[in-house]
């Protein structure tokens, strides 16, 4: 892979909400400890099992406004009345120290990330079926109706939008997503 004018790679990892993707990265990280997550911001309400700074950098309104007006974000999107961005410091530090980034972010904002970094390794992560990702969205029981009812409606647009990805792996089995990942990573690497 052409890498960009840094030395690392910045990947990004995309599939609709309860496409799996928090647990194929977990996986992922651990079989290979020196790939690096970036941390975002978001306005969203912090989850019970959540913890700030770890899952998300959970801020109000003003205070993600006030880093969007400092240039402080790297690429932002709204998800279900909520914001969502990708701090730009952590992000561009860890790419000059030649690591691989993984942007866990939804479809808008990965096309405005491929704007800045066309070089961008891009993968959707696909749930084996419409059946399953309702499924998984339900299990969850953090969400109301409503929200899994956006949620769902969100999924079919990502659905849609997956070909502006370079690679699509179908979580249908765990450790084999997580292989099919790791692989992509490591071909992809110089
Ligand atoms: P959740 O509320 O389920 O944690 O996240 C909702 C969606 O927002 C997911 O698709 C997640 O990947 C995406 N997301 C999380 N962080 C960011 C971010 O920094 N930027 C963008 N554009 N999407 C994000």
């Known amino acids: 892979m052409k890498k960009q004018a840094n030395k690392g ?12 993707k928090d647990t ?13 997550l970036s ?6 309400a912090r989850r019970a099992d959540e913890i700030d700074g770890v899952h998300y ?7 993600f406004r006030f880093k969007l007006s400092q240039g402080l974000v790297l ?6 009345g909520s914001f969502y961005g990708t701090p730009k410091g952590p992000v561009d530090e860890m790419l000059a120290a030649g690591q691989t980034v993984i942007l866990k972010i939804e479809v808008q904002g990965a096309a405005r990330v ?18 399953v990702l309702e499924k998984r969205l339900r299990a969850r029981r953090t969400d109301a109706e409503e929200q899994i009812q956006t949620r769902l409606a969100i999924a079919r647009e990502e ?11 179908v979580n249908d089995d765990l450790e084999r997503a997580a292989d099919d990942v790791l692989n992509i990573l490591h071909d992809s690497a110089c």
């Open 9 to 20: 790679t910045l990947v990004i990892f995309s599939g609709p909400s309860g496409s799996g």
């Open 24 to 36: 194929v990265l977990s996986k992922v990280l651990e079989r290979d400890p020196s790939l690096k």
């Open 39 to 44: 941390v975002s911001f978001t306005t969203r």
């Open 57 to 63: 950098h959970f801020l109000t309104q003003e205070q």
């Open 75 to 80: 690429e932002y999107a709204e998800y279900g």
């Open 114 to 131: 491929r704007k800045v970094y066309p070089d961008a390794l891009a993968i959707f992560l696909m749930p084996p079926s419409p059946e």
């Open 159 to 169: 659905i849609r939008r997956q070909d502006e990805y370079r690679f699509c792996v």
